[in-house]
């Protein structure tokens, strides 16, 4: 039997806010969650909180270090990955937040356990057959 929705709090039901933001719900139902570490999702977060219409925003290394707890390497590698999986532009100092892909971009095939030597768990072995079976 599937779950009835109802308002739990009817005086603080969410309204669009004056100034443009929003969170896509494809980041989850296409699995980009995925795709990315946690500081990474913190600066994404970040950036869409504070970015105009056309998704642009700037923000000193410095200020979203101290803002995310991060120290310089930490913010680079959440940028970086932000980059990398399409979800962000960055031209020191702009960033802009990118509209989703209709597809998401893939992730790098897993190593090969054969080549490797190493061995691959249940669940890298099933992301692996999946993100396969997904593809055209």
């Not at 039997?1 to 100034?19: G, S």
Request: proline fraction near 9%; include cysteine.
């Amino acid at each position: 039997m599937p779950i009835k929705k109802r308002v739990l709090c009817a005086h603080r039901l969410r309204k669009v806010p004056p100034q443009f933001s929003w969170v896509d719900q494809r980041l989850v139902r296409q699995r980009y969650i995925h795709r990315c570490d946690p500081p990474a999702w913190a600066l994404y977060l970040v950036l869409v909180t504070v970015a105009d219409a056309e998704g642009l925003s700037y923000y000193s290394d410095q200020s979203l270090e101290r803002m995310l707890r991060l120290d310089h390497a930490g913010l680079s590698a959440a940028r970086a990955q932000l980059c990398q999986h399409g979800l962000v532009a960055y031209k020191p100092p702009l960033y802009q937040v990118l509209a989703l892909e209709d597809s998401p971009p893939s992730t790098p095939p897993a190593q090969n356990a054969q080549r490797t030597g190493q061995s691959l768990s249940l669940k890298e072995v099933l992301h692996q057959i999946f993100e396969k079976g997904d593809q055209p």
